[in-house]
């Protein structure tokens, strides 16, 4: 079967998960292959919820939350801008390659640059291919 | 925790839903799940038939959870929990599976649509299993309000809540009231003097019992949450006195923009370049004269001086366009012989009579000239003594495509409305955010214009974003009535969505409170942990995913619920 890139994307509520519905309200069509969960602020992003979703077998996670000076609790985006570029590091040396997890800045006006986004990024994962995560998580786990 | 025994039910939208998802094939694939009891699709669940259904099944089948599969939780969230509330099981344990606005209407190919919502449906599943009941609060409400500015908006909604009889504390930075408005000599559409409307307005305040005015006082800070404010305020470099207030209205208003920066229009150069401030003060003083004592032969008036262009202000100021036609009537009154050119980019008439104002003022023996503002802006440059007249625009006309020379002897400066310097003060003091043009954020754009996402404030008039004088009053009676609406039920209900801390896990590392944007976690020195203010909290969750303990537990959104989420989307691939 044909490799189809699965995207586990968190949206923050305000700006983000707005900004996605709207592409729905336009009728802006995307990639089908993004799973997205609503989170109230991109603050609220543990390191967890990244890591869970490559264990779980995600070829790409994609984090957006308002644009900076925007957020609508004050300064939550840039919390998550810090937390994000250290868990970057720290992915990268687990060998999950830096394109396949992404933070960008959606708001509740832009559909079509969130439908851009998406299609992008499965462009970019569908080039890289499945990521390696799920399954060699499963062979150490054979070798315990 | 009692067993989940969860109701599914797929909406059809119509055929929004069911032309791209298979509902059916939803329904059936969820329906075995653990903890399903009962799977359901029907044509328009948010209905009163289909809310009808999911209350019938709550009590049939003695559900205790709900997943909705339909369209975006930010449309009718609120309906399902209300309809589960009804059927007597806590509106939080409900969840809602995007799959119109996130599936159906962004997807071509059926097979993958249909894969999608299941996932989807599959993940609400997952995550309701462990929702909690969350119950309803409410704060008292103190009727007394903080007004910030004392222009028209400010002015009119001080009135508005003084006279049913509420106290208002009216808080103004200059040493008096009246705005803008007090500078302006007659108002557009009608013509009619801003004077007569404004003072009688300012005496009412002055001399209303329930009314405390505070000139030349700026707020530096505000503690408390909704229904329950405070600020001190030092007056004439008094003691500071103390104030108590359930709501806060920012009315802080707009500063006019200095055009020195545009070199195109010298206006420090030439003192008969003026903005339309400056030609306000004019026609109040009743005389329109040159810096040299003469009646202006030659007079043109610039419009978008400062809007509309990226390099000053994308935005436009919405009003100069009116206010540039009103200075035509009055020009031409004054002056019936002088030569009137309207230098414009494009003519905004849009509101209540405008259009009328606009065809009325090509009657009146002027010039419209029109210029391509993102390509060229006139330039003013100084005549020669030969040119009988005091300056030379230099412009490319757009309609005639000629670059031609118009003579002036006086400019006016149509200036777009920026916001005011000191409004990052007061954004940190009230707690509500700016847009990228400083102008402060509603609520909701359409929905919500007048409040912000800080309860108990909100915003009115042109700190809100440029407008005229009857979109100001009509905002400043909006936000009056949300106030006066909530004084009168005594209580308001706050977030209940909020962080709150286990004490058995907490170190007292206190890095949660580092991170609260609204200072609503404090350090308990007794038992060494912190702990949250569940009135201050908006439930950003941000201390959660701080906590390096685990301890912080964000309602509704707790670690188990996401995780639970993220591995229901996989599930099935």
Known sequence: ????????????????????????????????????????????????????????????????????????????????????????????????????????WISASEGKQFAELVNDMTKTLLSMGPSKVKSSLEVEHLNV | MEEPRIGVYVCWCGTNISKMVDVEAVTNEVKALPNVTIAKNYKYMCS???????????????????????????????????????????????????????????????????????????AAIRRVRYHEPLQKRFVNVNPATLIIGGGISGLTAALEIANAGKQVYLVEKSDQLGGQVKKFDLTFPHLSSAQQMIRPIVQRVDNHPNISVFLETEIREVTGYIGNFKTAISVNGGDPVELEFGNIIAAVGLKPFNPEVISEYNYKEFPDVITSFEFEEKLLAGRILTVYGKEPRNVAIIHCVGSRNKKYHEYCSRVCCMAALKYVHQVRAALPSANIFEIYADMRAYGKGHEEFYALTTHRQIMFLMYDQQKKLPVINQADRS?????????????????????????????????????????????????????????????????????????????????????????????????????????????VTTASVNELLCCGCQTCIGVCPYKAISYDENNKVSIVNEILCKGCGTCGSACPAGAIISKHFTDLQILSEIEGVMSMS
């Open chain 2, 387 to 495: 040119d009988n007249c005091n300056m030379i625009i230099e412009m490319d006309e757009l309609l005639s495509g000629q670059s031609i020379e118009v003579p002036v002897d006086m400019v006016i400066l149509m200036v777009n409305m920026e916001a005011q310097e000191n409004v990052k003060q007061v954004v940190r003091a009230i707690g509500v955010s700016l847009c990228g043009n400083q102008f402060f954020i509603e609520k909701h754009p359409k929905l919500d214009p007048v409040a912000t996402t800080t309860g108990g404030v909100y915003i009115i008039g042109t700190c809100q974003g440029p407008k005229d004088i009857p979109d100001s009053v009509a905002q400043a009676r909006a936000a009056a009535a949300r106030i006066l609406g909530a004084i009168a039920q005594g209580s308001v209900p706050i977030e």
């Open chain 2, 48 to 122: 009163d038939p289909g809310q009808d259904l999911i209350i019938k099944d709550i009590k049939l089948h003695n559900l205790n959870r709900v997943v909705v599969a339909a369209c975006s939780p930010r449309i009718h969230e609120l309906t399902f929990r209300t309809a589960c509330e009804k059927a007597g099981i806590n509106p939080y344990l409900f969840e809602m599976a995007n799959v119109r606005e996130q599936d159906s209407w962004v997807h071509t190919d059926r097979t993958e649509a249909t894969n999608k919502a299941i996932d989807l449906v599959v």
């Open chain 1, 1 to 104: 079967m044909d490799f189809r890139p699965k995207i586990v994307a968190f949206l923050c509520n305000w700006c983000a998960y707005t900004g996605a519905d709207l592409a729905g309200t336009s009728r802006i069509h995307y990639a089908p292959n993004i799973r997205i969960i609503r989170i109230m602020c991109s603050g609220r992003i543990e390191p967890t919820f990244i890591l869970k979703a490559f264990q779980q077998g995600a070829d790409g996670v994609l984090v957006c939350g308002c644009h900076p000076g925007d957020c609508h609790y004050q300064e939550g985006n840039y919390k998550c801008l810090r937390r994000f570029k250290l868990l970057q590091k720290f992915t990268r040396q687990m060998g999950i390659e830096k394109d396949r997890l992404r933070l960008e």
